[in-house]
């Protein structure tokens, strides 16, 4: 009975995933054209950011293995997998000297777009942490 209801589960996901997919553009098409029409340019910029930041974690979550392959050197502690966007693991795995030649132009690419990018996405994740100097 138990695996009847997993599999039902499973089936259940393999079907929400394309419909959800389809179902999430529509909504965000109507809700870019609304801001359109507003001349709100700033809440789509937000909406988009939004976006890429929900696509990155599942590409994270999803894609662990094949990413750290090609994005992490060999023999670093260093994963993908968890539920933040790859750009903060890409942060961390910079700040930690262990990104590959594919990670490291990755990275490039990303802060072209946005400098300071990888770095900022893995402090706010807690993935790496600012160094307090204390009074002495």
Partial sequence: MNALRFIALVTLAL???P????YGFIVRVFR???????????????NLYELGVKM???LNATAATWL????????AEIRF?????????????????????VGQWVRAQLEALDPGHCERA???????FKVRKLPS
């Fill in 56 to 58: 990155s974690s599942v």
């Fill in 68 to 75: 750290t392959a090609w994005l992490i050197a060999p023999g």
């Fill in 122 to 128: 893995a402090k706010r994740h807690g993935l790496i």
């Fill in 19 to 22: 419909i959800g997919i389809v």
């Fill in 81 to 101: 997998g968890e539920y933040y966007p790859a750009s903060a693991v890409i942060g961390q795995a910079h700040h930690q000297g262990v990104l590959s030649k």
């Fill in 15 to 17: 079907i929400s995933y």
């Fill in 32 to 46: 870019w054209a609304t801001y359109l029409l507003m001349f709100d340019v700033a809440k789509m910029l937000i």
